[in-house]
Nanobody
Framework: QVQLVESGGGLVQPGGSLRLSCAASGSFSRINDMGWYRQPPGKQRELVAGITSDGSTNYADSVKGRFTISRDNAKNTVYLQMNSLKPEDTAVYYC?????????????WGQGTQVTVSS
């Protein structure tokens, strides 16, 4: 069983920063792509940022220049550094990972962490 456990969410004022972490645990061969998604209130889940196993990244236009995704393969952990936060960044943030288990690729999700940007 593979688990993704997120941490780092909370309440922050506009212009502030937060760092999210997501650690994978369990029995698996390797982790391919990892990413962060978010679901604002009343809206659909959307991709925020993704990172491949070799470190290539991609970002939603709305967060480019403000958010940075990174990963530590030795710790099976992905991070999301969020700077210059805006009220519209308020959402539940979910970690996602493409994990190889018994030679098969599986898609896993974390439980979500709330990020609220408000004064």
């Amino acid at each position: 069983q593979v688990q993704l456990v997120e941490s780092g969410g909370g309440l922050v004022q506009p212009g502030g920063s937060l760092r999210l972490s997501c650690a994978a645990s369990g029995s698996f061969s390797r982790i391919n792509d990892m990413g962060w998604y978010r679901q604002p209130p009343g809206k659909q889940r959307e991709l925020v940022a993704g990172i491949t196993s070799d470190g290539s990244t991609n970002y939603a236009d709305s967060v480019k220049g403000r958010f940075t995704i990174s990963r530590d393969n030795a710790k099976n952990t992905v991070y999301l550094q969020m700077n210059s936060l805006k009220p519209e960044d308020t959402a539940v943030y979910y970690c996602n990972a493409d994990v190889v288990v018994h030679f098969r690729r599986n898609d896993y999700w974390g439980q979500g962490t709330q990020v609220t940007v408000s004064s």
